[in-house]
Antibody, heavy 115, light 112 residues
């Protein structure tokens, strides 16, 4: 069955970096784009952007153009979200989701940024 | 960016009652392909979102037919004919016609 399995929770200090993974299984990885969505604690969903899994080209929503990097390891059917120079407001759960229909979602990675 | 406005913010319904959630967009979601990429997802407590409806009214295969979607252009509705216990959670509409995709603020369905 189709699954997106994300890495575990992260506790980081402001200014640090992290890299979250999203491993896909049950389908051909390069057949679907990978999207990223942020959910701050107790809040709604915020779209971050997507990465073309065939070309590796990322496209970012405006709020995520500065410190956020989408990447791939196609041989491992894995997408990554890197966040640099972490800020308190990056505290959130980050989801990966498959395709332009967001048809399947990972379980989410809870990221806590605190000094 | 397209603003998605959902109402009501919350619903408290008994099992068996109908539910209706409205979603309005700040611009038409009819794409150049002739398709309207207005979708609905459900986030149950402590879980990641799950797909419900795509392109306004098309149910995913695993979704019970008590769910239905309708609308066009800028006004859309999600209906549940008879609420069941498993339907509790937060419902989001979201649009995939215009980049960036945008989500409504969510409607929380509670079971009385």
């Amino acid at each position: 069955q189709i699954q997106l399995v994300q890495s575990g929770p992260e506790l980081k200090k402001p200014g640090e970096s992290l890299k979250i993974s999203c491993k896909a299984s049950g389908y051909t990885f390069t057949d679907y784009a990978m999207q990223w969505v942020k959910q701050a604690p107790g809040k709604g969903l915020q779209y971050m952007g997507w990465i073309n899994t065939q070309t590796g080209k990322p496209t970012y929503a405006d709020d995520f153009k500065e410190r956020f990097v989408f990447s791939l390891e196609t041989s491992a059917s894995t997408a990554y979200l890197q966040i640099n120079n972490l800020k308190n407001e990056d505290t959130a759960t980050y989801f990966c989701a498959r395709g332009h229909t967001l048809g399947y979602w990972g379980q989410g990675v809870m990221v806590t940024v605190s000094s | 960016d397209v603003v998605m406005t959902q109402t009501p913010v919350s619903l408290s319904l008994a099992i068996g009652q109908p539910a209706s959630i409205s979603c309005k967009s700040s611009q038409s979601l009819l794409g150049t392909s002739g398709k309207t990429f207005l979708n609905w997802i459900l986030q149950r407590p402590g879980q990641s979102p799950k797909r419900l409806i795509y392109q306004v009214s098309k149910l995913y295969s695993e979704v019970p037919d008590r769910f239905s979607g309708s609308g066009s252009e800028t006004e859309f509705t999600l209906k549940i004919s008879r609420v069941e216990a498993e339907d509790l959670g937060v419902y989001y509409c979201w649009q995939g016609t215009h980049f960036p995709f945008t989500f409504g603020s969510g409607t929380k369905l509670e079971i009385k």
